[in-house]
């Protein structure tokens, strides 16, 4: 059974930095993506990065340039490196593994190619 636990969220003041982490268990990395996504109240869950196991990255465009994703094979582990946050950054924030083979014209952004979900994090960013 795979289980994935999101943790490092919290309330942070507009600029400042948080890392989230995504252990795994009953989970082995396999050459597939993994995920992070956010949402907000009354919003779509959206795609916020993802790496695949060969260390190919891929972030959305509001994200692009404050946030890194990352990953710890040997401790079946996933990061998020969120600087420079925005109000708009306010969410819960889910970590996600794919774990079985999709379409690969499927963006590594989108939720379709994820079957494994954490039950999330908040991060809260005030002005």
């Known amino acids: 059974q795979v289980q994935l636990v999101e943790s490092g969220g919290g309330s942070v003041q507009s600029g400042g930095s948080l890392r989230l982490s995504c252990a795994a268990s009953?989970?082995?990395?396999?050459?597939?993506?993994k995920g992070w996504f956010r949402q907000a109240p009354g919003e779509e869950r959206e795609g916020v990065a993802a790496i695949h196991n060969d260390g190919n990255t891929t972030y959305g465009d509001s994200v692009k340039g404050r946030f890194t994703i990352s990953q710890d094979n040997a401790k079946n582990t996933l990061y998020l490196q969120m600087n420079n946050l925005k109000p708009e950054d306010t969410a819960m924030y889910f970590c996600a593994v794919q774990t079985m083979s999709t379409s690969p014209t499927l963006h590594a952004l989108s939720r379709l190619r994820y079957n494994y979900w954490g039950q999330g994090t908040q991060v809260t960013v005030s002005s």
């Open positions: 009953g989970y082995t990395y396999s050459n597939h993506w």
